[in-house]
């Protein structure tokens, strides 16, 4: 009952944290062209701004993750959110290159904190089979914010500026940090106690590192989000360069493809969560093949709207995908290690987000269209399932249990 109780707190103070990081995200990119205007910056530097953030955000995911498991997750997202809130201070009073990087390269550290707490809150919170369910609440944010973000941060920008429109966001955060110094509860302590109780031994990093479910997903994340991030940042482009449209219709197009991580993040909650327990590698193929297929008909549809909704397609069941695949290790790993475990597995989900822009300036720059990305999209959703289909089965997979 304290648990069901702890849970109706836990749940929206998280998902306030959640939206916060995913509009800083989102929105940096929208943030950065009045920031370049102003303080004269060229496109190398901003791209040095931007790489700051996930070389930060790489390197402390696996650290962070450690951490949750050695000293709590209050503690770690009492950290991150630290780090993040003075580093959005920083980069909204920032009037130098230096001082900018700097400040989104100590961000992206913040960010690496939150997905692996969060993901060990909901552990120590929420029974087995409501674990997919409070999850997927959490990844819709992701949706949330690209809904929200994109339409407010703009209005925000020309009425207070870039340096305003910063300064907003750290509220957030700094609204999140006290909630949760405030009101979430430390179910740490009680773990340890229960652990001393059984006198559960730790598990070795390395162990946890050559754990088949991690490694496995691991790499499934990392080729996910390939296709993913390639979505996300490259379509208007495609749309714009290669189907000719304009640059609001082309916003337009990928705003409605957006859409689908909404829908996706809460058809995993309320879909997979609810009907397909233990059933998720057969779920992830499937959603797989449909993502694959619908890839290849963006390409193939000559049609605006038949495009739009193919594109809308695939990045729903790609959502769906990684979703689903978020939740694995919250049920496949043993609770002494989810917090390491989910660093690791991070860590692959970021360098998607690495290699995606390296793919596909590869690939059109060496056949000139976007054919080969859209295949190139089929062909990582297909690995993706392979990867997740490969995991050992339930018993045989929970390190420490």
Not at 28 to 33: P, R
Request: proline share 4%; glycine share 8%; charged share 10%.
């Amino acid at each position: 009952m304290k648990t069901e109780q702890q849970g109706k707190v836990i749940l929206p103070i998280l998902f306030l944290g959640y939206i916060a990081i995913y509009i800083d995200k989102l929105v940096i990119g929208v943030i950065a062209v009045p920031l370049a205007e102003q303080l004269h910056l060229s496109i190398d530097e901003k791209s040095y701004i931007f790489s700051a953030f996930f070389i930060g955000y790489s390197i402390m995911q696996i650290p962070f993750g450690y951490l949750n498991d050695k000293l709590g997750s209050k503690f770690v997202l009492i950290i991150s959110l630290s780090i993040i809130t003075v580093a959005s201070i920083v980069f909204g009073s920032a009037s130098t290159l230096i001082a900018l990087v700097a400040a989104r390269f100590f961000a992206g550290i913040g960010h690496a904190g939150y997905p692996t707490s969060s993901a060990r809150t909901v552990t120590d919170t929420y029974p087995m089979e409501k674990r997919t369910w409070a999850q997927s609440i959490l990844i819709s944010t992701s949706g949330i914010a690209s809904i929200i973000g994109p339409l407010l941060i703009p209005i925000i920008i020309a009425q207070f500026g870039w340096r305003g429109a910063v300064f907003c966001i750290a509220f957030i955060f700094v609204l999140a940090l006290i909630l949760v110094i405030w009101k979430l509860p430390n179910t740490h302590k009680e773990k340890q106690k229960t652990a001393q109780k059984n006198d559960t031994p730790a598990t070795p990093f390395l162990k946890v590192l050559t754990n088949p479910v991690v490694i496995l997903l691991f790499i499934a994340m990392c080729s996910i989000n390939i296709a993913l991030y390639t979505v996300a940042n490259w379509m208007p482009t495609y749309f714009v360069d290669e189907r000719g449209v304009s640059l609001v219709t082309s916003s337009i197009i990928v705003a409605i493809a957006g859409l689908g991580s909404l829908l996706g993040s809460f058809g995993t909650a309320f879909i997979v969560g609810r009907y397909f327990q233990h059933r998720e590698k057969r779920v992830i193929f499937v959603l797989a093949v449909i993502s694959a297929v619908a890839a290849i008909l963006v390409y193939r549809t000559e049609n605006i709207a038949g495009a739009t909704f193919w594109l809308f397609l695939s990045y729903l069941c790609s959502v769906m995908i990684f979703s689903t695949m978020f939740t694995l290790p919250l049920k496949r790993l043993h609770e002494s290690i989810v917090g390491t475990g989910v660093g690791i597995i991070n860590t692959g989900a970021t360098l998607g987000g690495v290699f995606a822009p390296m793919l596909v300036a590869n690939l059109v720059g060496k056949f000139g269209t976007y054919e080969s990305v859209f295949t190139a999209i089929a062909v990582v959703s297909i690995i993706t399932a392979v990867f997740v289909g490969l995991m050992p089965n339930m018993k045989k997979d929970k390190l420490g249990a």
